[in-house]
């Protein structure tokens, strides 16, 4: 009898569900950002006036940063930390293959760190609301379009823990993380001051990952109103499609990598 | 039925700009289902790297090795075996219950049958009143019985274990003893790696010793009876000299 790939995702995902809650990592990082927004909005006691986009901005920018911290960390951790215990010995030896292993993981962290994002976010939004300062409704696509990039970070940094170090792929995925912003702008630079070939361009482009373009953040600081949903659609179809190339890559490591 | 055959077995460990490292060298034997056989050799010998790729972890260089008439690596062989690696040390963060259910539902064993499984294998090793306490405030003889337990969900046919009584004490060791046995009488294979051979003499049907990768002796403990004072000093005298101890003597 086989297990099937939706049991060996369940029963990781669970696992890593009730790890989550007894790890500390989550509530210093809540405690990090409470104290973010409340001593942004400290200002208020000095008499300044209009500071809703400052403390708003603060809020999504502790947000943003923590939830990539946290992502990358726990994403890093789920296979190098079974090999680092042993753990990933009996692990295997149930009647299960690598690949579904690898989903099983990416699945446990992609609900990991979503879970730890959403407290972040409902606390930053309570908190807000207490300084009477309200989000618009772009508020929800930013948390679904955040989630989706979560998931392809996930991806990323999981095949890359299977080609590199842990201390390795945390530093790398750190910088692809907060660095992909740079991309865009770096390669219009080689273009207007080196004359960068526009094909070149774009193909970097397109190679290049793109974790930024899943943060709305600084359109719900700006009250926004919400975008069509056919980009909300386009960039589920970009997390999918490059999500699923990183797992590939990383079950082609995998599952012909020796263990011991 | 033949629950392990290993034929002509290599195991290399690659390492950059230098050449591999022949950890099992063109080894073969077979365990017969419902055999207890001890696996044993000094530290480095090849014991765990066999045991690995045994269950899979490692692709061998050369030879092949079949579970019950399956390939290692043919998931469906493992749904018959129940496996205990070296020193594991379980998640910190679950309890040995919650350990228990994330390797049984990873065996395809769900619900009740899977509850009672859990509670039934945790009383046999002797920790169920710590069923509920994180895996980090274990001691190592603990963790080492979860893993014992661990290894038995799902009722194996077959259970390869690696440095079994690692981190046990006497009482755990006689346990674990009388747990072998029983699971022997019910008709499992047994085929495990030990440095205690007390535990291998009253245990085995057999023994096979592997010396720098190689299978230098294999012998039922019956064959060893009465010609050595013990089973240790046989050992002792096959792994000094490489050459099976019993076979110098006949020649002699």
């Known amino acids: ?260 | 039925m033949l629950a392990i055959e290993v034929r002509e077995l290599v195991v290399e460990y690659r390492q950059p700009f230098r050449p591999p490292v022949r950890a099992v060298d063109r080894l073969s034997f077979t365990v017969r289902e419902g055999e207890i056989v001890g696996f044993l050799g000094m530290n480095g010998a090849g014991k765990s790297s066999t045991i690995k790729a045994l269950m899979g972890f490692l692709p061998p260089a050369a030879g092949e090795v079949h579970l019950f008439g399956l390939s290692a690596t043919d998931p469906a062989a493992r749904q018959q075996i129940g496996f205990l690696p070296e020193t594991a040390l379980y998640s910190p963060y679950l309890t040995p219950y919650e350990t228990m259910r994330l390797y049984g539902e990873l065996q395809g064993l769900r619900g009740r049958r899977l509850h009672a499984q859990i509670e039934a294998l945790l009383e046999t090793v002797g920790i169920a009143s710590k069923m509920h306490t994180l895996n980090r405030h274990l001691s190592k003889g603990m963790l080492q019985r979860l893993g014992i337990a661990q290894a038995m969900l799902g009722d194996p046919k077959l259970l390869i274990l690696d440095e079994v009584s690692s981190g046990l004490d006497p009482v755990g060791r006689r346990e674990l003893r009388d747990l072998l046995k029983a699971q022997h009488e019910r008709g499992t294979t047994i085929f495990f790696s030990s440095h205690e051979l007390g535990e291998v003499a009253s245990l085995c049907d057999r023994i096979l010793i592997i010396h720098r990768g190689r299978l230098i002796a294999e012998h039922t403990l019956s064959e060893l009876n009465g010609r050595f004072a013990s089973l240790e000093d046989y050992f002792i005298r096959t792994v000094k000299t490489g050459v099976d101890a019993l076979t110098e003597e006949a020649a002699a």
Not at chain 1, 9 to 33: G, N
Not at chain 1, 164 to 179: D, Q, R, Y
Not at chain 1, 191 to 205: C, D, M, R, V
């Open chain 1, 1 to 260: 009898m086989r297990v099937s790939t939706w049991q060996v995702c369940r029963a990781t995902a669970t696992a890593a569900l009730l790890e989550t809650i007894r790890r500390k990592e989550l509530y210093v990082v809540l405690i990090l950002m409470t104290l973010m927004v409340l001593g942004a909005s400290a200002f208020r006691i000095f008499g300044v006036s209009g500071l809703e986009i400052f403390v708003k901005d603060v809020t999504f920018l502790a947000i943003g940063a923590l939830t990539t911290v946290l992502t990358v960390l726990i994403a890093a951790r789920q296979l190098p930390d079974e090999a680092q215990r042993r753990t990933i010995y009996p692990l295997l030896a149930r009647p299960i293959t690598r690949g579904q292993l690898l989903l099983g993981k990416w699945l446990a962290a992609f609900l990991m760190a979503g879970m730890s994002f959403l407290t972040l976010a409902g606390v930053a939004y309570g908190l807000l609301l207490l300084l009477g300062i309200p989000l618009k409704p772009i508020f929800g696509q930013y948390l679904l379009l955040k989630l989706m990039g979560i998931g392809w970070l996930c991806a990323l940094v999981m095949a890359l823990s299977v080609y590199l170090t842990p201390a390795a792929n945390i530093t790398l995925s750190l910088i692809l993380a907060f660095g992909s912003g740079l991309f865009g702008r770096l390669l219009l630079m080689s273009h207007w001051e080196h004359g960068l070939n526009a094909l070149w361009l774009n193909l970097l482009y397109g190679v290049l990952p793109h974790y930024d373009l899943f943060d709305m953040g600084q359109k719900v600081v700006y009250d926004w109103s919400p975008v069509p949903w056919w980009v909300v659609g386009a960039m589920g179809v970009y997390a999918l499609a490059s999500g699923a190339l990183y797992l590939l890559l990383g079950w082609l490591r995998f599952r012909r990598q020796t263990l011991g």
